[in-house]
């Protein structure tokens, strides 16, 4: 079992810059894969960025790619998402997620399935 707590939430304005946090309760490099999730109102969750345990493969969505940075400090066994250029479409709640398994390709990282989940933090892009 994993828990993962989200922090850096809040509410900026467009164009602005948030760096999110995922605390682990186990140390990420045991971890295969993290990633962030986000689910904006009467839409449903998706995967935006995620990371690979090594550090060496992360993918990103489109709507976020050059603008949203996926981290992980397996000393500090946490998660970042650094978050630059916001936009009033940011606007959701961020969710951290993490699974077991190990993935060795960009695409096996794209797949949403994840098996613990944080609380979520709301970030709010003001126009």
């Known amino acids: 079992q994993v828990q993962l707590i989200e922090s850096g939430g809040g509410l900026v304005q467009a164009g602005g810059s948030l760096r999110l946090s995922c605390a682990t309760s186990r140390r990420t490099v045991g971890i295969g894969a993290m990633g962030w999730f986000r689910q904006a109102p009467g839409k449903e969750r998706e995967l935006i960025a995620a990371i690979s345990r090594s550090n060496d493969i992360t993918y990103y969505v489109d709507s976020v790619k050059g603008r949203f940075t996926i981290s992980r400090d397996s000393a500090k066994n946490t998660l970042y998402l650094g978050m630059n250029s916001l936009k009033p479409e940011d606007t959701a709640v961020y969710y951290c997620?993490?699974?077991?398994?190990?993935?060795?390709?960009?695409?096996?990282?794209?797949?949403?399935?994840?098996?613990?989940w944080g609380q979520g933090t709301q970030v709010t892009v003001s126009s």
């Open positions: 997620a993490a699974r077991p398994q190990s993935v060795f390709t960009q695409l096996q990282l794209s797949d949403p399935t994840y098996d613990y």
